[in-house]
């Protein structure tokens, strides 16, 4: 079955500090994964892809396809960085393709 | 340049009572879709529709109906709403599955 997994429903980190927010992910085939993040009050919006492998607001994510991992790091925190974070995954992959998102972990960096 | 827009925003419905949550895009996209989000449970899709005359059942769909009216309108409908679909509901877009899809600002919906 197609699943991503978030393990962490809060990560609480002091400023300055480095930041991992892991994700785990089930999917038979070459997978295409996306990690979205939503401000306090803001809409969900997308921070960095797999494909495009950039490196957004400080945060990167690499693609483990033998740990069937996409875990995002930043190598230091910023107090804006807070916020509740989804990994998702192209179910059906391709054009035809939809998200489906993990459960989310909620980033709080504080000063 | 107004992206995803959903409405209403806010509504409270009695047990059993219909309605129809509206979402239009304004960026030519191809697919569209609606989630709920719910505490500890994440984005949990409902509906999607891959192209204008198609639409699928997500992961959750029992109790939901849809509409893609045109490219541009996809509307969630709730035929006998029930406390359980008390939660936020979320559309998006994208130009097709594989690309950044774009969200809209959310609809919290209480049933009592």
């Known amino acids: 079955a197609q699943r991503v997994t978030q393990p962490e429903k809060l990560l609480s980190v002091f400023k300055g500090a480095p930041v991992e927010l892991k994700c785990n992910y089930s999917?038979?085939?070459?997978?295409?994964l996306f990690w979205y993040v939503q401000y306090s009050r803001q809409r969900l919006q997308l921070l960095l892809r797999?494909?495009s492998r950039e490196s957004i607001k400080g945060f990167t994510a690499d693609l483990n396809k033998g740990e069937t991992s996409f875990h995002l790091k930043k190598p230091f925190a910023q107090e804006e960085d807070s916020a509740m974070y989804y990994c998702?995954?192209?179910?059906?992959?391709?054009?035809?393709?939809?998200?489906?998102f993990g459960k989310g972990t909620k980033l709080s960096v504080k000063p | 340049n107004a992206g995803v827009t959903q409405t209403p925003k806010f509504q409270v419905l009695k047990t059993g009572q219909s309605m129809t949550l509206q979402c239009a895009q304004d960026?030519?996209?191809?697919?569209m879709y609606w989630y709920r989000q719910d505490p500890g449970m994440g984005l949990r899709l409902i509906y999607y529709?891959?192209?204008?005359?198609?639409?699928d059942k997500g992961e959750v769909p029992n109790g939901y109906n849809v509409s893609r009216l045109n490219k541009r309108e996809f509307s969630l409908r709730l035929e006998s709403a029930a406390p359980s679909q008390t939660s936020v509901y979320f559309c998006?877009?994208?130009?097709?599955?594989?690309?950044?899809?774009?969200f809209g600002q959310g609809t919290r919906l209480t049933v009592v």
């Open positions: 998006a877009s994208s130009m097709q599955g594989d690309t950044e899809a774009f």
């Open positions: 999917y038979s085939g070459s997978p295409e």
């Open positions: 797999h494909i």
């Open positions: 998702a995954l192209n179910r059906h992959g391709g054009s035809q393709g939809n998200l489906i």
């Open positions: 960026m030519n996209h191809n697919s």
């Open positions: 529709s891959a192209s204008e005359g198609t639409t």
